[in-house]
């Protein structure tokens, strides 16, 4: 039988159960359930933990059992220019809830549309300059619906290991060949390209311009460089960067000047942006077949009125406020070098997702609970989400996170690594702010 560890994670715990062979659900699910209450009890459990007044880059963050409230400085949070919280963005909103009501009712097939939906894509179509946008609810939706609908039966799907759930289920659920390449190795996706360009009437190349878990920036001008070699349509997931690079927040492929390049751009709108939704930016060819094949957009209702007002908004603050996301890009390169220079791990991380990795599973969990009670607060994240000893803790950096928020858990993560042989010793320092600027699964279905 298994035996396992208290600390031992839920989802860690279920590839336990299963590799023993033990597939009743109510087993699984008992056993599951009783880990989950022991972590509770001894305060290792961070996923259910809930911020009571909403996202923001401090506030009151709840136990899972509600026993027990904790204020902290958050770092689980993806909106970057903390434009959540931006006075002009919510008086949008409530302009809109008072003249548009609170929701749409329906898909955008059945009329679930309004003029503000509209607005939203003639925005983003003429900032990105492709030839049309289609706005779907949610980022995780767009993905689903676009890589499902998208491939046609002789079709492969070659996509970058680490990429987001959305992205592997809408291509799972598309019923076409598809591979894996190494992540950002373009060596590896070259390889590919060359073993089966000729077996197949399309490929699809997807990629992350910036990767979630590894805060990792994509190769993507090396990876348009093999559009002179072979003939492939490349898919960029633009969630971490839309709003955050490029002129007025366009992007990271706008902001290497290779739209005209990538075929089919795709970005959350919960982000930067500080709503709800996605969207699809590409030729305006493609839309008839996606706005009829692809059912997250025919059969799911529309984001809400104000939903579309915070992103006008929000893209208008961004717009006229470019300092807003200077201060996020200095932030960024002010706590990853503190963190490095003490001797962190963090990777090949560049974008203002910092994660600090830990293979231990044991002590990640351990410092975690031990931040929190510090008033520190993000979530750690194990295999099989990233591969098994590359553990990490994230930190989401936000252009409203302060100096001294920063500093503060600089401080507490130098002291604990310490403790718990993460990092070497080292006497504390003031750090000296010089005013730099920033600067520019399975591996296939074919086995």
Same mark, same amino acid.
């Given at each position: 039988m298994?035996n ?7 989802i ?8 023993q062979g033990i *597939?009743?659900?109510?087993i ?12 509770i009890? +001894?305060g ?23 026993n ?6 958050l ?5 970057y220019?903390g +434009? ?8 949008k909103?409530?302009?809109a /809830?008072?003249?548009?009501? *609170?929701?749409?009712g329906?898909s ?5 549309m ?13 900032l990105?300059?492709k030839?049309n ?19 046609g039966k002789?079709?492969?799907? +070659? ?10 289920d809408?291509?799972?659920l ?13 060596n590896?996706?070259?390889?590919k390209?060359q ?5 197949? =009437? ?20 090396e ?17 971490h960067t839309?709003? #955050?690079?490029g002129?007025?927040g ?5 902001e290497?000047g290779?739209?005209?390049?990538v075929?089919? #751009?795709?970005?959350t709108?919960?982000k930067?942006t500080?709503?709800?939704g ?6 305006s060819?493609?839309?008839p077949?996606?706005?009829w094949?692809?059912n997250?957009y ?23 406020? $470019?300092?807003? /996301? ?21 990777g090949?991380?560049?974008? $203002? ?7 231990d =599973?044991?002590?990640l969990?351990? +410092?975690?609970?031990?931040l929190?009670?510090?008033?520190i607060f ?5 295999? $099989? /989400?990233v591969?098994p000893?590359?553990?990490? #803790? ?7 996170h *302060? ?12 002291e ?25 699964t399975? =591996?296939?279905?074919?086995?």
């Open positions: 298994i396992t560890d208290i600390s031992t994670p839920i860690t715990y279920l590839k336990q159960l299963e590799s *597939t009743d659900i109510e699984i699910c008992e056993k599951l359930f009783q880990q989950l209450n022991r972590q009890e +001894l290792l459990y961070s996923n259910d933990r809930y911020i009571e007044f909403g996202s923001d880059v401090a506030g009151t963050v709840v136990s899972a059992t509600g027990f409230k904790v204020e902290c400085i770092w689980c949070i993806n909106h220019l +434009l959540n919280r931006n006075a002009n963005v919510i008086n909103v409530c302009e /809830v008072k003249k548009f009501g *609170t929701g749409s329906t955008a097939l059945s009329g679930g309004s003029s503000l939906h509209k607005e939203v894509e003639l925005k983003i179509r003429n990105i300059g030839e946008v289609i706005l779907f609810p949610t980022g995780y939706s767009a993905n689903l619906g676009t890589l499902s609908a998208l491939p002789k079709d492969l799907i +070659l996509f970058d290991r680490e990429s987001h759930a959305s992205l592997i809408g291509i799972k598309s019923g076409k060949k598809w591979m894996t390449f190494k992540h950002n190795n373009v590896d996706l070259n390889l390209l073993k089966y360009s000729q077996n197949f =009437e399309n490929i699809f190349v997807v990629v992350e311009s910036a990767y979630s878990m590894s805060g990792d920036i994509a190769p993507l001008r990876i348009i460089e093999l559009k002179q070699k072979y003939k492939f349509l490349l898919y960029v997931d633009e969630a839309f709003g #955050i690079y002129k007025n366009a992007g990271y492929c706008s290497l290779i739209v005209e390049q075929d089919f #751009i795709v970005a709108l919960s930067a500080a709503s709800i996605g969207f699809l930016a590409t030729k060819k493609y839309l077949l996606l706005k094949r692809a997250s025919a059969f799911q209702a529309c984001l809400t009125p104000s939903d579309a007002a915070a992103i006008l908004a929000s893209l208008e603050e961004i717009e006229n406020n $470019p300092q807003i /996301v200077e201060q996020l890009h200095h932030n960024n390169q002010y706590m990853r070098q503190r963190l490095t220079s003490i001797g962190f791990n963090l090949t991380s560049k974008s $203002p997702i910092i994660p600090i990795f830990m293979p =599973e044991a002590t969990i351990s +410092l975690n609970k031990e929190f009670t510090r008033g993000s979530v750690s994240i194990f295999y $099989p /989400v591969k000893k590359e553990g990490r #803790i994230r930190f989401i950096l936000s252009a409203s *302060t100096k001294e928020q920063i500093d503060k858990t600089i401080n507490a993560l130098q604990l690594g310490i403790k718990y042989n993460i990092i070497p010793p080292s006497p504390l320092a003031e750090w000296q702010d010089d005013g730099y600027s920033w600067t520019q399975p =591996e296939s279905s074919l086995v």
